[in-house]
């Protein structure tokens, strides 16, 4: 049976061999997950320290004050800290909005994986960590999409490091609008309040691990931390892909 299924899986690569996700060249031995050529991957940008202590930023040519980039000396956010591997820009952004918007779930194992290496990089405290939550969606955007892409991330990053899902205790409360089409006040407008928790109780003294895909103004994983720390949280912090 064995045998079959890989003279099938062989006579299937050369009638329609694997190509690039991003440039579409035939994909050669050494592809990321069999999903991008190495040349692709090779042109995500990352992000680098130093990082703004608040929501992750590269802070090179960007004005801070204490370790803190001007946005977050301006609005702090709820949460406690922000990591991010990736610049959302080039190939990141082009895998993201695949993954989002046109059902390419199984790229989540792939997108997973700078994430994953950015904990163990940097020695993020994941050891403190108790749990992990995904930033929900609404009911009818996950109508929609079919998936929470961020749950998906999360569900990886938890089997990496052995950490507990925390699949149904963040709710979204209502169908914002698409922040992408909003300005930094309107995006902090259009996320506030719009999450809550259900069982207090598994959140009292945790910390908790916030997966999301992209950091923008950081007001969603924000308004999502705020909820989860008066629901009882110890500490809230936050990983996206890029930023």
Request: proline share 4%; with cysteine.
């Amino acid at each position: 049976m064995g045998l079959m299924r890989n003279l099938i899986s062989g006579l299937c690569d050369i009638i329609y061999p694997k190509t690039c996700h991003l440039c579409k060249n035939k994909l050669q031995a050494a592809s990321i997950g069999g999903l991008v050529c190495a040349t692709c991957w090779s042109k995500i940008k990352l992000n680098l320290p130093p990082f703004c202590a608040s929501c992750g930023r590269n802070l090179i040519g960007r004005r801070s004050l204490n370790n803190l980039c001007s946005g977050c000396v301006k609005e702090p956010l709820h949460f406690d800290r922000a990591f991010s591997p990736c610049l959302y820009e080039g190939p990141i952004k082009e895998l993201i909005h695949a993954f989002k918007y046109k059902n390419k779930d199984y790229l989540s194992s792939l997108l997973a994986q700078p994430m994953i290496e950015f904990i163990k990089k940097y020695n993020l405290p994941i050891r403190t960590i108790d749990a992990l939550a995904a930033v929900p969606l609404s009911a009818a955007k996950l109508r929609e999409r079919e998936f929470n892409h961020a749950l998906l991330l999360a569900r990886h990053i938890g089997k990496e490091f052995n950490k507990e899902i925390m699949e149904d205790k963040l709710l979204r409360l209502r169908n914002s609008r698409s922040q992408t089409e909003l300005n930094d006040r309107e995006r902090r407008l259009n996320v506030k309040d719009a999450f809550s928790v259900i069982d207090a109780k598994a959140l009292n003294n945790k910390n908790i691990l916030l997966i999301d895909d992209v950091l923008t103004t950081g007001a969603t994983a924000s308004e999502a931390a705020k909820a989860l720390k008066m629901a009882g949280a110890s500490s809230v912090y936050v990983l996206t892909l890029a930023n």
